[in-house]
T-cell receptor, first 114, second 116 residues
Framework: DQQVKQNSPSLSVQEGRISILNCDYT??????FLWYKKYPAEGPTFLIS?????DKNEDGRFTVFLNKSAKHLSLHIVPSQPGDSAVYFC?????????????FGKGTKLSVKP | DAGITQSPRHKVTETGTPVTLRCHQT?????MYWYRQDPGHGLRLIHY???????DKGEVSDGYSVSRSKTEDFLLTLESATSSQTSVYFC???????????????FGPGTRLTVL
């Protein structure tokens, strides 16, 4: 029973264009969402997060949008660069106790072509 | 970068042998986690710790045990390794379990374990 879903295993984008990575969740108790980026042979690194009280959070080229009614979030990367090529994980956190632990999606591999 | 190291970075072992992986942090963060990453599964939580000698199970804890005798060290033990435990193991740390800035988990570089 997958609570956090990244339905696109891979995405290929041209350099300079927008990359949009999507994530859906099923648990309405999730109230904090994070995106992590992972290069091969390295640990995931935190990219950006959003609280459920917001619908948008921006950090440089990275913007996360949250649609609570649809239980959907997306990560926009504009403009995309070859160095953005990595696996991106969406994660969600519930409220309190062990619910505070992160639930990760399976990841989307982004390839940015020069 | 958060000061997190994992040892060993690579290990090959045989079925039935005990294996211990170590995570060491220099950030004095209260929370520590062990995850495994497998193709098609993303990252799954094995065990976590919310303080010295305080640990709890995660989503995939069967076959694993943990110990935390010091703030900086979190050990993951496979009492009798099986081929299904072949995976990449990541340690992570965080300051709290809240939902604000500073609550993000920071990950170590990973340990690639192969059980033959």
């Amino acid at each position: 029973d997958q609570q956090v879903k990244q339905n696109s295993p891979s995405l290929s984008v041209q350099e300079g264009r927008i990359s949009i990575l999507n994530c859906d969740y099923t648990n309405s108790m999730f109230d904090y969402f994070l995106w992590y980026k992972k290069y091969p042979a390295e640990g995931p690194t935190f990219l950006i997060s959003i609280s459920s009280i917001k619908d948008k959070n921006e950090d440089g080229r990275f913007t996360v949008f949250l649609n609570k009614s649809a239980k959907h979030l997306s990560l926009h990367i504009v403009p995309s660069q070859p160095g953005d090529s990595a696996v991106y994980f969406c994660a969600a956190r519930g409220y309190g106790g062990s619910q505070g632990n992160l639930i990760f999606g399976k990841g989307t591999k982004l390839s940015v072509k020069p | 970068d958060a000061g997190i190291t994992q040892s060993p970075r690579h290990k090959v072992t045989e079925t039935g042998t005990p294996v211990t992986l170590r995570c060491h942090q220099t950030e004095n963060h209260r929370y520590m986690y062990w995850y495994r990453q497998d193709p098609g599964h993303g990252l799954r939580l094995i065990h976590y710790s919310y303080g010295v000698k305080d640990t709890d199970k995660g989503e995939v804890s069967d076959g694993y045990s943990v110990s935390r005798s010091k703030t900086e060290d979190f050990l993951l033990t496979l009492e009798s390794a099986t081929s299904s435990q072949t995976s990449v193991y990541f340690c992570a740390i965080s300051e709290s379990l809240g939902r604000g800035l500073g609550d993000e988990q920071f990950f170590g570089p990973g340990t690639r374990l192969t059980v033959l």
